[in-house]
């Protein structure tokens, strides 16, 4: 059978068994779209955040892209971080990256070209920011530092943002984290750099083995 239609054919299932054990599901669904956090993360197809966070349909706003980049003028970005804020009501933003992302090594390994090469850029930028911290490493922690940095970088650039500058001067409750995945173990790491109102909170820990950032890179 052809790869599509067996995504039908799956489909086709699992609508009849959401059904079959919930007969209001799908009704249900229509107006169930009350999320209090937004995932801003990467489009590794080994990453499925819903399942990630145990959260249900209507529970996780989700917007992915190669890297987890927030850049600034992205409109496509801006406008979900805006429509999740102003709109939807979300308490949370996060940012999370994760080890052993492609964009990250393929920044390291150089040669990149096209839309790709141009998309990570800013990963790109930031390597040659911290380069000389960076290349004391081994090449595993190189890389998984620049994840973390990366992370980090993109949680400045959505606090910098119109929207969520915005929406703190009105006194929204609304808080953005760095978080990261661990695809070795399935485990997110709370890497402790959260900001609500604008300023840097005490970030609640998601799980051991979390590792603080330090420094906001480039700012």
């Known amino acids: ?16 068994a959401m059904k079959a054990n919930d007969p ?23 990453l499925m955040p819903t399942d990630m966070l145990g959260r249900r349909p209507g529970e996780l706003f989700v917007h992915r892209n190669i890297a987890n980049l927030f850049v600034p003028g ?47 850029r800013p990963v790109r930028d930031l390597y040659t ?34 929207a969520m500058r915005d929406a ?3 006194g929204r409750a609304v808080a953005v984290h760095a978080w990261i995945y661990a695809l070795s173990d399935g485990l997110l790491r709370d890497l402790d750099f959260s900001f609500e109102y604008g300023q840097r909170v005490a970030s609640r820990r998601a799980a ?4 603080a950032v330090t420094t906001v890179p480039g700012r």
Do not use: K
């Open 208 to 211: 051991a083995g979390g590792r």
């Open 24 to 46: 209001s599901y799908f009704a249900r669904l229509l107006g169930q779209q009350r999320p209090e956090l937004l995932w801003l993360g990467c489009s590794d197809s080994r």
């Open 168 to 170: 703190w001067a009105r």
């Open 129 to 162: 920011r911290e380069r000389r911290a960076l290349d004391a490493l081994s090449p595993q922690e190189r890389e998984d530092r620049l994840c973390e940095l990366n992370v980090a970088a993109q949680v400045a650039n959505v606090c910098a943002s119109p």
């Open 74 to 120: 992205d409109v496509n970005a801006g406008a979900v971080l805006e429509y999740a804020v102003e709109v939807l009501g979300v308490r949370h933003v996060i940012v999370c990256g994760h080890y052993g992302c492609g964009g990250v090594r393929a920044t390291l390994e150089g040669g990149l070209r096209g839309d790709v090469g141009a998309w990570l």
């Open 1 to 16: 059978m052809h790869v599509l239609d067996e995504c039908l054919a799956a489909n086709r299932s699992w609508a009849s």
